[in-house]
Nanobody
């Protein structure tokens, strides 16, 4: 089992920044992928960004140039620095961990961008 604990969500005005963090614990496999997904009301969950333990990175087109994902493999944490936030970034953000055995999700953290 892998447990994921997210932090850092909240409310911010358009153009502002937030930093999300996710700490994984439990049965961590050295080769894995950690990332962030989001789900807005009435919409499907979508990829925001992921980064593998080998440092391969992928971003959704809608966040390229504004969001940066980073990892601390020694501490099994992943961060999402979100800059130039827009109202359309409002969603529940979920941390995801997966390896060859299974997929795990965090409980989600709310990000609200509004004036």
């Amino acid at each position: 089992q892998v447990q994921l604990v997210e932090s850092g969500g909240g409310w911010v005005q358009p153009g502002g920044s937030l930093r999300l963090s996710c700490a994984a614990s439990g049965s961590i496999f050295s080769i894995n992928t950690m990332g962030w997904y989001r789900q807005a009301p009435g919409k499907q969950r979508e990829l925001v960004a992921f980064k593998t333990s080998g440092a391969r990175t992928n971003y959704a087109d809608s966040v390229k140039g504004r969001f940066t994902i980073s990892r601390d493999n020694a501490n099994n944490t992943v961060h999402l620095q979100m800059n130039s936030l827009r109202p359309e970034d409002t969603a529940v953000y979920y941390c995801k961990y997966d390896d060859w055995r299974s997929v795990y999700w965090g409980q989600g953290t709310q990000v609200t961008v509004s004036s």
